[in-house]
């Protein structure tokens, strides 16, 4: 009873973070391509209103302060702000996607790995795993490390250091959550979200989105590796060990790392402690704070209608004869 509760903890635990996912892309995909294809449309705007401006602010015969810091004019100025605005979150998800390919790539070569069979009991260890096939390696870095890595093609590293660290069934539990992460691509999946925050970093959800599914995906993981060991104070054990070791200067982007971030894993700790207080895994995903949401409906209302928006400010030939210019008056 007690292993059928656990894989309908397990179950839903990872049905909340695949849910947080695909309702994190569909947001972002539905904001990204919206306003693309606002700019598209109005790209004959822009270059009209590049010129008319001009045309507008000299229509007296010199530069006109007054036209120029009128309210058309410098509407369309704050709606070139938010095209660079958007264009800046592309310059950044580029940078963030170079990351990925090349200096994350760079870092774990320098690992200096070897196969997990080549250590004390990595054999027999291998034999009693349901994830025979899955690549796993030894780093010599001197840190206590357990992390899985690698986009397309993710793997299990772990330090040498954490055979004489961890008892053997802790070493199991910990290699057991990492094979979760990489059966689930959740490499991957971490890569398309720092992605898409970079792209959007206008747009607050996205951090508590993120934050989510890294909770739900830690929870998945712990119970995916329970039905098979079913030592949950094995699990824990390891938990609070690794927990002491700050590894952030190695654990950077698509890296999933067995010990995260300090209020995750102090809720991991807890649940695996005291199951019958948090048995429960209750469906979250939608009890999103107000104000995130707010903020991120200002903050894409005011992007969406600034490219959608006419840019182009009308030049009125017969107010330049009075010294005018769209409803302001030339000093």
Known sequence: MKNKGRENVFSQQQKNAERCFIFFVMINS????GVIGGILISVNGYIKGIFNTYSSVTCCGSICLNCLFSINTLCMVFSFTCVFVFFAGIGSALYKAFLLFTINRKMFRSFKMSSFVNYPN???????????????YVSRERLLHAFTFGIFRPKICVSSDMFS???????????L????????RAPLRCAIMQIFCA???????????????KTYSEKAADDAALQFLNEPLEMASALIKLSRYNTKNIMQ??????????????DRIRRLIEPEISSSPG???FVIPRYLIFLSLFFVSIIFLSVFSKTYVLNDKDGCKENSCHVVVCK
């Open 30 to 33: 539905i904001i990204t391509f």
């Open 122 to 136: 990595g054999k027999e260890m291998l034999k009693k795993f349901p994830y025979k096939s899955y690549p796993l």
């Open 165 to 175: 660290y961890l008892t053997r069934k802790e070493l199991q539990a910990v290699i």
């Open 177 to 184: 959550h990492e094979a979760h992460h990489l059966k689930d």
């Open 199 to 213: 792209l959007n970093f206008f747009l607050p959800l996205n951090n508590y989105l993120v934050s989510l599914y």
């Open 253 to 266: 982007i698509a890296v999933t790392p067995f010990s995260g971030e300090q209020q995750i894993w102090e």
């Open 283 to 285: 469906y979250r995903l």
